[in-house]
T-cell receptor, first 110, second 113 residues
Framework: QQQVKQSPQSLIVQKGGISIINCAYE??????FPWYQQFPGKGPALLIA?????SEKKEGRFTISFNKSAKQFSLHIMDSQPGDSATYFCAASGASKLTFGTGTRLQVTL | DVKVTQSSRYLVKRTGEKVFLECVQD?????MFWYRQDPGLGLRLIYF???????EKGDIPEGYSVSREKKERFSLILESASTNQTSMYLC????????????FGSGTRLTVV
């Protein structure tokens, strides 16, 4: 059972554009929603995270938007750069362990 | 920086072999996790451990077992490797009750032939 659904599976964005990745969850007990970034040959690394008491969190060019009633959250990458090309995973947490989405492979072209 | 070290970057094993994947962390984390990563399926939790000699099944434990004899070391064991266990295996650690500080290793790409 996929508790965290992520889309799209892959995304191509031009340099300077906005990348948007969406996730939806089912379990209302989830209380922490991180995004992880993974470069080839590396393990995932925490990028940004949000808790359900806020609707938006911004760190530099990265923003999480959170809609508690719809049980959805999304990652927005503003002014996307070639160095942002990576695989992005959303996740949701309950009971001290994370459940991950299926991943989005982002390619930022020149 | 917390380091999570996985002993092998690439492994090739034969069907039916017993396979050990080792993971060591150096920051005294209580929690340790084993995930497998497959295209289109994301990261799926195999087993996790909150303490020495303690283990809990994750979402896909079948065909795997784990061992945690020391706090810093968490081993994943494939009792009899099969081709459908060909995958990228990722180890992670975190402080107990802290989901905001998962640190992952670089992964072991296992091929079973």
């Amino acid at each position: 059972q996929q508790q965290v659904k992520q889309s799209p599976q892959s995304l191509i964005v031009q340099k300077g554009g906005i990348s948007i990745i969406n996730c939806a969850y089912e379990n209302t007990a989830f209380d922490y929603f991180p995004w992880y970034q993974q470069f080839p040959g590396k393990g995932p690394a925490l990028l940004i995270a949000i808790r359900p008491d806020v609707s938006e969190k911004k760190e530099g060019r990265f923003t999480i938007s959170f809609n508690k009633s719809a049980k959805q959250f999304s990652l927005h990458i503003m002014d996307s750069q070639p160095g942002d090309s990576a695989t992005y995973f959303c996740a949701a947490s309950g009971a001290s362990k994370l459940t991950f989405g299926t991943g989005t492979r982002l390619q930022v072209t020149l | 920086d917390v380091k999570v070290t996985q002993s092998s970057r690439y492994l090739v094993k034969r069907t039916g072999e017993k396979v050990f994947l080792e993971c060591v962390q150096d920051m005294d984390h209580e929690n340790m996790f084993w995930y497998r990563q497959d295209p289109g399926l994301g990261l799926r939790l195999i087993y996790f451990s909150y303490d020495v000699k303690m283990k809990e099944k994750g979402d896909i434990p079948e065909g795997y077992s784990v061992s945690r004899e020391k706090k810093e070391r968490f081993s994943l064991i494939l009792e009899s490797a099969s081709t459908n266990q060909t995958s990228m295996y990722l180890c992670a650690s975190s402080l107990i009750f802290r989901v905001d500080g998962y640190t992952f290793g670089s992964g072991t790409r296992l091929t079973v032939v």
